[in-house]
């Protein structure tokens, strides 16, 4: 006589299966985190890439913040390295603003949509144009506004005596915020946050790697 599965041997299998999926999903997040993490360091990499082509191209100096008057410093910096080829545009931003490379924008970016609809006050859609307009990386703007009534002097890259110490870029609470201390980092993979420095190399930190006290100030944020 041929056996029929019961009802409940149905529900134990069910349940096992339940039980199976519950051990794994955990794993699998873990997995999705890591990958947005490594995805992040290779966009910063590109990104810091471009900076330092730059660099080369312009016998030592890096853009200016803005090149010219009026206008958000940031935004004209990365239209600068749009401009000049060294980075992409994305097209057209959700409220058809010019949209940084997609290098720009990290794949967690869990912080910067928050951060302008909390503290500025913009709608959901206003925040991701900012996401999409600056990027969600914030850059270390020491080099080009060492002089803070300048903004346009751009820096020579000597000037910093410890490029290796000196962070470049790093995951931002918004992307156009100057890199200027740990409360413009943000830790969003994991309570890592992805960082470059002036030498090339990159750095996934814990917000304990990273110096604080008069953070602005010091080699970390300066280079000297
Ligand atoms: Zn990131």
Known sequence: ???EFTLIELLVVIAIIAVLAS???PALTKAQIAARRVKCVGNQKQL???LMTYVDDYNGFFPP???VSGGDPLYRYKRELITGGYLRSGGRTITNDIQTDTICQCPENLTMVDYYMRT???TQTNAINAAQKFGTYSTNTQYAHHDPSNYFGPLFITALKF???CAMTADGIGGAHHLQGINIMAFDHGGICNATFFDGHA???RRSDVPVGLSKNLVFFTGR
């Open 1 to 3: 006589m041929r056996r």
């Open 23 to 25: 051990m794994l999903l």
């Open 48 to 50: 810091a890439l471009a």
């Open 65 to 67: 913040l803005k090149v």
């Open 120 to 122: 500025q006050g913009y």
């Open 163 to 165: 490029p290796a110490k």
């Open 203 to 205: 750095e996934s930190l």
